[in-house]
């Protein structure tokens, strides 16, 4: 099995910054694409940014020139997010596409959530 970890939230001020990480652990697999998701209270999960295996990214519209996605070599996704609004305030979800090789087996993978809250 493949466990995502998030860390990075936290309590922040209209404008500041934070940076999300996540890590993802196990053994025989693989992974593809991953993103980040999140969620305020209320409202429907939504899709803030994805990073392909090949380093092809996309960012909604609405933290698009804010966030930033990136990943490293060791199956690792970042979320820069710089000049963060109070409607940022939600719980982010690290999200992967593993493969796990030994079972020929691809799933949706997700981590347990961070939460960030803009607000002064």
């Known amino acids: 099995q493949v466990q995502l970890a998030e860390s990075g939230g936290g309590l922040v001020q209209p404008g500041g910054s934070l940076r999300l990480s996540c890590a993802a652990s196990g053994s025989m697999f693989s992974i593809n694409g991953m993103g980040w998701y999140r969620q305020a209270p209320g409202k429907e999960r939504e899709l803030v940014a994805s990073?392909?295996?090949?380093?092809?990214t996309n960012v909604a519209d609405s933290v698009k020139g804010r966030f930033t996605i990136s990943r490293d070599y060791a199956n690792t996704v970042y979320l820069q997010m710089d000049s963060l609004k109070p409607e940022d305030t939600a719980v982010y979800y690290c999200?992967?596409?593993?493969?796990?090789?030994?079972?020929?087996?691809?799933?949706?993978?997700w981590g347990r959530g961070t939460q960030v809250t803009v607000s002064s």
């Open positions: 990073i392909t295996r090949s380093g092809r």
């Open positions: 999200n992967a596409e593993v493969f796990l090789i030994d079972r020929l087996r691809e799933y949706n993978s």
